[in-house]
């Protein structure tokens, strides 16, 4: 391997966090009404729930980049003389981001490229792009940076609270049986992405702060005297982080800081406003 092109979905929310390594972010668009933005560039986190917040009524959709944009970026990391590329997607349950991705890189010669379904979404991807580059820079082949990847994706959890399930209803991440089911009885599930990257409920709860409470306790519990590195990912709600990070480290002082990260709008269009989320990565002995 002579050099290494890093890519990342913008499902991500890799801009928002500080960083000086090379990688390309794939953007998806945001749909609002009748009018087009691409994430990040055009539309940023706090502007999108600021607009969901202000009118309800506003329901976003969302469109990811076409196998041709991702061919324009392989072949623009070729022409800078990349011969092997990493591109980091959102879990291939949740969007066409991974299908699209392969695709493309069957129609460019001479680099290997290595489309990574991260399983999940957030945080985790920024992880697994900066152990990419990490490795690269230590002198590790492609073969041994794809088995830290791995790692990652099989050793890590989201638990997460929305407050309210409409969005990810209406794009689908949910059933609407479900759905029903928790507009009638009022139920805020406690949801967690599974190992296939999956959206799954697991518990029917009946408030957004019990659901939030609920989230902390299955975090605690699952994590008991295990080394991991934890953190926390939202949907515009500063509130809700503050109350998790003081909870939790209540009761693990020696987790000393817990990082929070944003959703990025291709995400919160999914997730809808204050979604919260709290999760973990198991750190390698």
């Given at each position: 391997?002579?050099?290494l092109g890093l890519?990342?979905?913008?499902n991500?929310?890799?801009?928002?966090?500080?960083?000086?390594?090379?990688?390309?972010?794939?953007?998806?668009?945001?749909?609002?009404?009748?009018?087009?933005?691409?994430?990040?560039?055009?539309?940023?986190?706090?502007k999108?729930?600021?607009?969901?917040?202000?009118?309800?009524?506003?329901?976003?959709?969302?469109?990811?980049?076409s196998?041709?944009?991702?061919?324009?970026?392989y072949?623009?990391l070729?022409?800078?003389?990349?011969?092997?590329?990493?591109?980091?997607?959102?879990?291939h349950?949740?969007?066409?981001?991974?299908?699209?991705?392969?695709m493309?890189?069957?129609?460019?010669?001479?680099?290997?490229?290595?489309?990574f379904?991260?399983?999940?979404?957030?945080?985790?991807?920024?992880?697994?792009?900066?152990?990419?580059?990490?490795?690269?820079?230590?002198?590790?082949?492609?073969?041994?940076?794809i088995?830290?990847?791995?790692?990652?994706?099989?050793?890590?959890?989201?638990?997460?609270?929305?407050?309210?399930?409409?969005?990810?209803?209406?794009?689908g991440?949910?059933?609407?049986?479900?759905?029903?089911?928790?507009?009638?009885?009022?139920i805020?599930?406690?949801?967690?992405?599974?190992?296939e990257?999956?959206?799954?409920?697991?518990?029917?709860?009946?408030?957004?702060?019990?659901?939030?409470?609920r989230?902390?306790?299955?975090?605690?519990?699952?994590?008991?005297?295990?080394?991991?590195?934890?953190?926390?990912?939202?949907?515009?709600?500063?509130?809700?982080?503050?109350?998790i990070?003081?909870?939790?480290?209540?009761?693990?002082?020696?987790?000393?800081?817990?990082?929070d990260?944003l959703?990025?709008?291709?995400?919160?269009?999914?997730?809808?406003?204050?979604a919260?989320?709290?999760?973990?990565?198991?750190?390698?002995?």
């Open positions: 391997m002579k050099k890519m990342v979905c913008t991500s929310a890799i801009d928002y966090i500080n960083h000086d390594i090379d990688v390309r972010v794939v953007r998806s668009t945001i749909i609002l009404g009748d009018k087009e933005y691409v994430d990040y560039e055009e539309l940023t986190a706090d999108f729930y600021d607009k969901l917040e202000e009118d309800s009524s506003i329901f976003p959709r969302t469109a990811m980049a196998t041709g944009k991702m061919l324009e970026f072949q623009d070729k022409n800078e003389g990349c011969d092997t590329i990493i591109f980091v997607t959102i879990s349950n949740m969007s066409g981001i991974y299908d699209n991705a392969v493309a890189s069957k129609m460019i010669d001479d680099v290997d490229i290595r489309v379904d991260s399983l999940t979404v957030g945080y985790i991807e920024c992880k697994l792009i900066f152990t990419a580059y990490e490795g690269y820079k230590a002198g590790k082949t492609i073969d041994e940076i088995e830290d990847l791995e790692y990652i994706r099989d050793n890590n959890r989201i638990y997460f609270a929305v407050s309210n399930l409409k969005y990810l209803v209406k794009n991440r949910l059933t609407n049986a479900q759905a029903f089911m928790a507009n009638v009885l009022k805020k599930p406690l949801l967690f992405i599974d190992e990257g999956r959206v799954k409920s697991i518990e029917k709860i009946r408030t957004f702060k019990k659901a939030v409470n989230v902390i306790e299955k975090f605690l519990l699952e994590t008991e005297g295990i080394d991991i590195e934890p953190f926390i990912i939202h949907a515009n709600n500063p509130e809700t982080v503050e109350y990070r003081d909870k939790v480290l209540e009761k693990r002082p020696e987790y000393k800081e817990i990082k990260y959703l990025t709008p291709a995400v919160g269009a999914h997730s809808g406003p204050k919260i989320t709290i999760g973990y990565i198991k750190n390698r002995k």
